[in-house]
């Protein structure tokens, strides 16, 4: 399964643009990109995931490189309430999912 | 609403017993997954189902057992042979091939 690798821990100031930033080198042509982020002793959430183009939705942006081996979540104007663990993973064509460690994003006022 | 839940919110085990998770979903999801996670770190993979009477192994499925005999429901049960079973259980499903995740509150399971 291809592995992602993510940095283990962002500090952003509020109101300003997060970029997190994923490498999955390994990643297969039909494999999907999928972010999900984890406030503590929840469930993940989902946010956003793409093939090959960059996606935009009411929560965030995914920038997925020409040869998609790496991509950055951007969380536009980051709140308090966005301080989480993001996950980025690749969803197999199995629907199986390998989530690593994570990124643990700290927004400051 | 449609969701998953995953009951109970906290379960205690004493040891040698095995205990059974709940997950039950209305989503009409054809896929369910188990996920167990330690603290400070990711989730990790116990087992999957694609469908009905079916399911496979994940990274970590010894010491577990699953079940899935109908479409909403794939309870996980700890056996006595899981030696660390303390941890996070993480239930979620989803559509095959594709489709997001979508993930219950939990169980907090301890030994006693």
């Known amino acids: 399964d291809a592995k992602t690798t993510q940095p283990p821990s962002m500090d952003c100031a509020e109101g300003r643009a997060a970029n997190l930033p994923c490498n999955h080198s390994t990643i297969s042509g039909n494999e999907y990109v999928y972010w999900y982020r984890q406030i503590h002793s929840q469930g993940p959430q989902y946010i956003i995931h793409?093939?090959?183009n960059n996606e935009t939705n009411e929560m965030a942006s995914l920038i997925i490189t020409e040869d998609r081996k790496s991509s950055t979540l951007i969380l536009p104007h980051a709140t308090l309430r966005d301080t989480a663990v993001y996950y980025c993973i690749i969803n197999t064509n199995a629907g199986k999912s390998t989530f690593g460690d994570g990124t643990t994003l700290t927004v400051k006022p | 609403d449609g969701g998953i839940t995953q009951s109970p919110k906290y379960l205690f085990r004493k040891e040698g017993q095995n205990v059974t998770l709940s997950c039950e979903q209305n989503l009409n999801h054809d896929a369910m997954y188990w996920y167990r996670q330690d603290p400070g770190q990711g989730l990790r993979l116990i087992y999957y189902s694609q469908i009905v009477n079916d399911f496979q192994k994940g990274d970590i499925a010894e010491g577990y057992s699953v079940s899935r005999e109908k479409k909403e429901s794939f309870p996980l049960t700890v056996t006595s042979a899981q030696k660390n079973p303390t941890a996070f259980y993480l239930c979620a499903s989803n559509e095959i091939r594709g489709q997001p995740q979508h993930f219950g509150d939990g169980t907090r399971l301890s030994i006693l």
């Open positions: 793409g093939l090959k």
